[in-house]
């Protein structure tokens, strides 16, 4: 096992006026130059809307790298290459509902380098119609934890 780098992005301090589409600045100097990355991701999050069942929601972030393809029967329009992975329903009560990702939800992604791109957006979007739309629960607040493995 390599040594681990966590970045931690929390929705508070992320620019944009939605939650589930906000940009991060990150400093990747802290990440060797030399090496490759297996990247694991947890996420946790609360809103104060109830869930749609049958509705999946959708982690994206561009860390600069294309290995990770998100497509749809029509690729051409539907092509993102920034898929983190899925959220799972925690708990939903009433009005609330939570979310989670833990670091063996989601198969890991590998890096070929760290990500050169300063500026990095999260999007949580809903496999209702595309990826492209829009999570229908928009977290009160999230964090969400990226964790660089070196290999």
């Known amino acids: 096992m390599g040594k681990i780098y966590n970045v931690v992005l929390n929705s508070n301090f992320g620019s944009g006026a939605i939650t589930n589409n906000k940009s991060y600045c ?9 090496k490759k990355f297996k990247l694991t991701w947890s996420f946790t999050c609360s809103s104060n809307v109830a869930y749609a069942l049958g509705i999946i929601n959708y982690v994206f972030c561009d860390l600069g790298q294309s290995q990770q393809i998100f497509t749809s029967q029509n690729s051409l329009l539907n092509y993102r290459c ?3 992975g899925s959220l799972k329903l925690r708990a939903s009560t009433g009005k609330y509902t939570t979310f989670a990702c833990v670091m063996t939800s989601n198969p890991p992604l590998f890096l070929d380098r760290k ?4 500026i990095i957006n999260v ?3 809903n496999g209702s119609a595309t990826q492209n739309q829009l999570s229908t629960v928009i977290p009160d607040n999230y964090t969400l934890i990226l964790s660089f493995e070196e290999l």
């Open 115 to 118: 990500p050169t791109n300063n």
């Open 82 to 84: 920034d898929f983190l």
């Open 123 to 125: 999007g949580i979007f």
């Open 26 to 34: 990150v400093n990747w100097s802290n990440l060797p130059d030399d």
